[in-house]
């Protein structure tokens, strides 16, 4: 995992624990919380900030904390492909920081880490997220039908959508 990434005005860096509250905070918010569930402070720090699955990195904007954003790598040959997530403090949306995390990230996956596709998976009823990947480029697949278990144990549909490279909308 590179340490920092940079581009289009924001910088991706490595979390560190130090992070974990501010992390948290953002989560607790009902916007982003709703689409991100049951992250507590300890669940930020073992699964967000330690290296887990995935690798995550804290989206900074004039020296700020302001989000995270994490990839996944599939790295059978011939499978390969990479699936990212992203959240943004609510007090930024609409600035443009969640445009410009994916690009740099994507930049990354597709010219540093050699990847043709990248997927996300957003549950159908977060229109939001599923507008802001189709202006980049995404394309959707399909539905993965009680893809998601939610915190009250319901199984949720979540919208497949794809990218690749030259899809990308920058
Ligand atoms: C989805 C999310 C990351 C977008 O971040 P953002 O920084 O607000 O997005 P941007 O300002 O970069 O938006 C880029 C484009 O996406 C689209 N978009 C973003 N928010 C939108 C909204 N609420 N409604 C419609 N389109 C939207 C627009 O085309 C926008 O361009 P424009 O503002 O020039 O019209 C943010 O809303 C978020 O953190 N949501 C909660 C967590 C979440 O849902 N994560 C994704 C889970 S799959």
Redesign the pocket.
């Known amino acids: 995992m590179s340490s920092e990434l940079q581009g289009h005005g924001i910088t991706l860096r490595r979390l560190v624990e130090a992070d974990a509250d501010a992390l948290t905070r953002i989560l607790a918010d009902h916007?982003?919380g709703q689409?991100?569930e049951g992250y507590d402070r300890t669940r930020v720090l073992d699964e967000l900030i330690a290296e887990g699955d995935g690798e995550s990195y804290g989206i900074v904007v004039d020296g700020a904390l302001v989000?995270l954003i994490q990839y996944y790598e599939q790295d059978d040959p011939d499978y390969r492909h990479a699936g990212i997530?992203?959240?943004?403090d609510p007090a930024?949306?609409?600035?443009?920081?969640?445009?410009?995390a994916v690009l740099v990230l994507i930049g990354h996956l597709i010219d540093g880490l050699g990847h043709h596709r990248v997927i996300?998976d957003?549950s159908v009823e977060?229109t939001?997220?599923i507008?802001?990947f189709t202006?980049l480029g995404f394309r959707e697949v399909g539905t993965l039908r009680k893809y998601e278990r939610h915190a009250d144990g319901t199984w949720g549909d979540n919208l497949l959508l794809e990218l690749l490279a030259e899809d990308l909308v920058s």
Not at 85 to 88: G, S, T
Not at 92 to 100: E, L, N, Q, T, V
């Open positions: 916007e982003v689409w991100w989000g997530d992203l959240f943004v930024g949306h609409r600035k443009g920081i969640g445009r410009s996300i957003p977060n939001r997220s507008a802001f202006s």
